[in-house]
């Protein structure tokens, strides 16, 4: 088994806006990510699970061939840098992704 | 080494944002070679709510004058104008003035005279009242509607003016343009457009240029980056000789800081990139063909606004003792309880919340953690915002002296639960503030939106 963390070249997260965080997954190259692709695991269900949210709180998960990328978004909890907040700039929530095994 | 620009392009110098530093021979060498317009970012609503509901930049003064000094020189020895978009961080009123009173004082040390236009952004309640009320604004991240109450309790409320409010400012040739809040692509897009570009690539080129350096690698030490639009594509360099413009990074910028990575969305449509084709042409530069505009119905500007959340109150301490470590959450409703049972009759708990950051347990991600497993020690931040600074530094000092002494099970050392760093313990932290308007107004004339000046 791989790890997202073994084969990808940035794994990344930020806000998109004060509401929303939006999650990047970058490959170096595109035999890497068409092998992610086809191996399935790195999927919404997946991504549902390692943060604890339902499917309809995912926000567009996809595949972007161009970028040889993958991208989903996440609202957050609460607003950046209000009351409760935990990370203004949304910047650390991605390590999750480092583990997720993506190939066999 | 940055060649010469050609008749038939507009080049863009940008600067990601105003005061974080670049290096100087970049803007001169750029310079140098021939641009039409230097382009500076100074704001975001990253850094948080408190500054757009503070009206405090920022960004230092130090550092602005610094990146302020050099484009303005740069701008006056190239004879094309400087456009600074978000002045002031948040883009605010008094955050425009703050930077209007920096530049004038870079004119007077430099020795020169230049028209200077303003665009100011901020809105007045009345304003965004009407627009409620006459339905013009959409629902957008927050999930809710704008209402009339949202409106009277912000701050400071700001539009992010789009490329085509600049078009009055422009036409009457300003050598420096200072505006408000501001889509950052308005500040690289509005003079070409206004010479008539393609709007698609325009746009398309102004969000890639939007953070400086960051579409090239190294991403680390900031710099400047360069933008040459010409008829049917663009081009993009990093105006450092270290730096490259790869297809990764250029494609991949694409995507920084935008849940939606090939429709574009701004004030008057989007930009579609499902035809884009990014190629490398050399190994420094990217050229980019095929991104094309996508007009909305109605024309909109995002409004952001920020309102008082309360009074903050903080202290830090830290657990190593398992038992308790074990039954961390068992404690922190223990400590809610008692808190709510002291205070009763004097403090409503609705007049404040307490925030538990449980560093070393999910202090980080909070419900997102996966991983449940603490580590043997953990850090906890008892985080208060109350209605007065009064009521969170009472609470905070009663979350703190309840947190040592609770009771928990498994407890043997009865002396003390947790390690304070500090003494006194309580660390009174200012006002806290919260964007409570993040939503989307239809106008009917952007060339006409926003509040014009000139300044001698």
């Known amino acids: 088994m791989k790890a997202l963390g073994d084969v990808a070249e940035v794994i990344r997260s930020k806000n998109a806006g004060p509401f929303i965080v939006t999650f990047d997954i970058l490959f170096g190259d595109e035999e890497t990510f068409e092998a992610v692709r086809a191996a399935g695991l790195l999927n919404r269900q997946a991504v549902c699970r390692l943060y604890g949210v339902s499917d309809n709180e995912l926000l567009g998960f996809d595949f972007y061939p161009f970028a040889r990328a993958v991208k989903f978004s996440l609202r957050r909890p609460v607003g950046s ?19 997720l095994a993506v190939l066999p | ?98 930077l209007l009173v920096l530049l004038r004082r870079v004119l007077e040390e430099l020795g020169l005279d230049r028209k200077v236009a303003v665009l100011r952004s901020e809105l007045d309640r009345e304003t965004v009242r009407g627009a409620v009320e006459e339905g013009r604004v959409r629902v957008f991240e927050t999930g809710a509607a704008l209402t009339v109450e949202d409106v009277d309790a912000a701050a400071h409320i700001v539009a992010q ?156 301490g830290g657990a190593r003792d398992p038992a308790f470590i074990r039954s961390i959450d068992a404690i922190q409703e223990a400590v809610r309880a008692k808190i709510h049972e002291t205070q009763a009759g004097f403090i409503d708990p609705s007049q404040y919340s307490i925030t538990f950051h449980r560093y070393g347990l999910d202090g980080v991600m909070g419900a997102w953690e996966p991983n449940r497993q603490a580590a043997h020690e953990i850090g906890i931040l008892i985080d208060v915002v109350a209605e007065t600074p009064e009521i969170a530094e009472a609470v905070c000092g009663l979350a703190r002296s309840t947190i040592l002494h609770v009771p928990f099970e498994g407890r043997r050392a009865t002396a003390g639960n947790i390690a304070f760093p500090f003494s006194p313990a309580e660390i009174p932290a200012g006002p806290v503030y919260e964007f409570n308007i993040y939503h989307l107004m239809e106008i009917d004339e952007p060339e006409s939106f926003g509040r014009l000046e000139w300044l001698q």
């Open chain 1, 81 to 99: 840098g209000g009351p409760r907040d935990a990370d203004v700039y949304g910047a650390q929530q991605h390590a999750p992704l480092l583990d």
């Open chain 2, 1 to 98: 080494m940055i060649e010469r620009k050609r008749d038939d392009e507009f080049v863009v110098v940008s600067n990601g944002m105003l005061g974080y530093g670049f290096r100087q021979e970049s803007l001169r060498e750029a310079v140098e070679a021939g641009v039409d317009l230097i382009a500076c970012d100074a704001g975001s609503s990253d850094p948080g709510p408190y500054y757009l509901g503070s009206g405090k930049p920022f960004v230092g003064d130090a550092m602005i004058l610094r990146d302020l000094r050099l484009m303005v020189q740069a701008g006056a020895d190239a004879g094309v104008p400087l456009i600074i978009g978000s002045a002031g961080g948040a883009g605010g009123d008094g955050q425009v003035d703050h």
């Open chain 2, 161 to 316: 003016v789009g490329p085509e409010s600049y078009f009055r400012a422009l036409a009457g040739r300003p050598d420096i343009l200072v505006v408000g809040r501001a889509w950052d692509v308005s500040n690289i897009a509005a003079l070409p457009l206004m010479q008539g570009r393609d709007r698609g690539l325009t746009l398309h080129m102004g969000k890639i240029l939007e953070c400086g350096s960051l579409a090239a690698r190294p991403t680390g030490g900031g710099d400047l980056i360069l933008g040459r639009l010409r008829d049917d594509h663009f081009i993009v360099e990093p105006t450092h000789p270290d730096k490259a413009c790869t297809q990764a990074s250029v494609s991949a910028h694409t995507f920084y800081e935008k849940s939606d990575p090939v429709m574009l969305a701004g004030p008057g449509g989007a930009v579609d990139l499902r035809g884009t084709r990014f190629d490398q042409i050399d190994p420094r530069r990217v050229r980019v063909t095929g991104s094309a505009f996508r007009e909305a119905e109605r024309y909109t500007v995002k409004l952001e606004g920020a309102r008082l959340a309360g009074h903050r109150a903080l202290t830090v």
